[in-house]
């Protein structure tokens, strides 16, 4: 990977932590058997769901994202502003943990999503994602840029909702990364508004949990695992309110804007914990800090390369 791709600190070791309940080997199976399931019916049903009309396209997609949270045992909790089912295009910007983030924000705001390009030439499923609109960036070509820029201002011109990982990277929810910002120029061109989201994983206490996290050298078999093995997750969408077209002129302050916002709602949503989550979550951190030097994993950004499993794009 070229060394100039957003990295993040976080590692499965470090960060892949859950300390709620968890569900016998048994249960986990069931889960993870069901969830695959549900998602391998959604790729193989994709070539009719996209012959539907919008509307119909889009209610079918949040309920197939529902079920796959479902049967992988997590509940989904949505707060913030109600976003209109239809109307012009509008860039939506989320921070990024999981390949959860995906369905999750499906199952409330379904759109075209951005991908690496590798995963267009994967077998079947690259096809399929093609299909389903699926826009794709050449993460370690600066060149391919502007092309990316250009067919994300055309979706957003033509009245579709994109959906941006700016951060360009996953981090484990604690802690969130830079928001690049070469797609915010995509909807300074179109003349589109931003809208920023918050994702977060919790256990049942409100702690946030490290479980949906695919970070640094995780695998998906284990991540798939661990997230089937955990019990009472609760994957929270917080839909904010939109970033007006025109507020903002510079690619830079679009960028920065969204960032704050989102970070901002991280912030509030953990000192909504309850008092007993709250202790719990400062004596982590104390006993954190106490273990590790100044360098530690939440403390600094870009000190270890990221691999193939956080999807990384260009700023």
Do not use: Y
Request: contains cysteine.
């Amino acid at each position: 990977m070229s060394a100039w791709l957003p990295a993040a600190p976080c590692t499965p070791q470090d960060c892949g932590t859950h300390d709620g309940p968890r569900a016998g080997a048994a249960a986990a199976g069931v889960r993870l058997v069901t969830g695959i399931a549900v998602v391998l019916a959604g790729v193989l049903l994709t070539p009719l769901v996209a012959l539907l009309g919008a509307t119909v396209r889009d209610r079918l997609t949040r309920r197939w994202a529902r079920t796959v949270l479902r049967a992988f045992g997590l509940r989904v909790r949505v707060t913030g502003e109600p976003e209109p089912r239809r109307g012009p295009g509008v860039l939506v910007v989320a921070n990024h943990i999981s390949w959860l983030d995906i369905p999750l924000l499906a199952a409330v705001l379904p759109g075209r999503m951005l991908a690496k390009s590798e995963i267009r030439r994967w077998p079947v499923l690259g096809a399929l994602a093609a299909r389903g609109g699926t826009l794709f960036v050449e993460r370690e070509r600066l060149r391919a840029l502007p092309g990316t820029v250009r067919s994300l201002s055309a979706a957003l011109s033509a009245g579709s909702r994109v959906v941006v990982f700016p951060e360009a990277v996953t981090w484990c929810g604690r802690e969130q990364g830079r928001f690049t910002t070469a797609v915010f120029q995509a909807a300074l061109d179109a003349g589109t508004a931003v809208r920023p989201v918050h994702l977060a994983f919790r256990a049942p206490d409100g702690r946030l949990s490290g479980a949906p996290a695919f970070v640094g050298d995780d695998t998906l078999p284990a991540s798939l695992w661990r997230v089937a093995a955990a019990g009472g997750l609760t994957a929270e969408i917080t839909v904010l309110p939109l970033i007006p077209a025109g507020r903002h002129t510079d690619r830079r302050a679009l960028a920065r804007a969204a960032e704050k916002t989102v970070a901002r709602t991280a912030v509030a949503r953990t000192a909504a914990q309850t008092p007993a989550a709250r202790t719990a979550a400062q004596t982590t951190v104390a006993s954190d800090s106490a273990k590790r030097p100044a360098s530690s994993v939440h403390q600094c950004v870009n000190v270890i390369p990221a691999d193939a499993s956080s999807a990384r794009t260009p700023s």
